[in-house]
């Protein structure tokens, strides 16, 4: 790699290599790698001409992580999320659009955007979701809350990254335990992929993201049922809850809510046209288990 290639030459041969190694959209994948080893965006990737040898050196090296099917979010360091830019680590997921559906959810309640609303997001991993959320309620504040100190520390760099850190907290504990006080709503999105099912996951699912936030237990709704009975109990009456859902899981999570006081009010649709979101309102009544 002593000398320049043409920025051609090395996007379509990159784009080969990534489609042969089982990888769909090879062409916008090694755009997007070589945008990072050039530290440009696609503008100034469209400007130029030929890689130098320290960008192509960059490169290879992202390119064969990819090879090896390593998320590219997780090469890259970031991915966007709604209308945010967030950092990305190991640590936690992967914001996904399909999650998008949950703020969409959110807004579709039409509460005032004005509304000083208290918002907690359980298992926030990068805070995607509160941060969202926090974008589009000027006036409300937010609690994160994950199992890892490194999801935790992330989140709190990417409220920081999007002006959020003064209307934000994060912590690290076991979800509720820690908490007390009551909020407006709540989000999760829950692990909620069966046991046995997570080794057929795609590569960059089962080999590089956490294990904890996917595994479900043997049906997928482990933590759903857990949800649903603590939640009540931080929730100030008529505020909601927005899960997260698997495909095929939403009744049966509306169906255990039912039985803790959380009434569904709605579903809304991912992009791929599959019950992603739930929405639940806390009636200040519980029927029991």
Not at 140 to 150: Q, T
Not at 181 to 186: E, N, R, Y
Not at 210 to 215: G, I
Request: with cysteine; proline share 4%; aromatic share 8%.
């Amino acid at each position: 790699m002593s000398t320049v290639i043409s920025k051609n030459t090395l996007l379509q041969d990159a784009s080969h290599r990534l489609e042969g190694a089982g990888i769909e959209d090879g062409r916008f994948e090694a755009r997007h790698l070589l945008c990072w080893a050039l530290e440009c965006d696609l503008t100034g990737l469209f400007m130029c001409t030929d890689v130098p040898p320290d960008v192509h050196a960059r490169f290879e090296s992202a390119l064969q992580r990819r090879l090896a099917r390593e998320p590219l979010a997780f090469i890259t360091g970031e991915t966007g999320f709604w209308t945010l830019d967030l950092y990305t680590s190991p640590a936690t997921l992967i914001p996904r659009g399909d999650s998008e559906a949950l703020i969409e959810a959110l807004l579709a309640q039409s509460l005032p955007r004005d509304r000083a609303l208290k918002i907690l997001d359980l298992g926030t991993g990068t805070g995607c979701l509160l941060l969202s959320a926090l974008s589009e309620f000027p006036h409300a504040w937010g609690l994160g809350v994950d199992l890892a100190p490194e999801a935790a520390h992330l989140a709190r760099r990417n409220a920081e990254r999007n002006g959020l850190a003064q209307r934000s907290a994060f912590m690290a504990g076991d979800w509720v335990s820690a908490l007390s006080g009551q909020f407006d709503v709540i989000f999760s999105n829950p692990p909620y992929i069966e046991s046995d099912d997570i080794a057929a996951l795609m590569p960059e699912v089962a080999q590089y993201e956490p294990r904890r936030a996917l595994d479900g237990g043997q049906d997928g709704l482990d933590a759903y049922r857990w949800l649903c009975r603590v939640l009540p109990m931080l929730l100030v009456e008529q505020g909601v809850v927005i899960f997260e859902m698997g495909i095929g899981q939403i009744d049966a999570v509306s169906s255990f809510a039912a039985r803790h006081g959380l009434q569904e009010i709605a579903r809304h649709n991912d992009l791929g046209g599959i019950e992603r979101a739930l929405v639940l309102q806390f009636n200040g009544k519980s029927v029991g288990a």
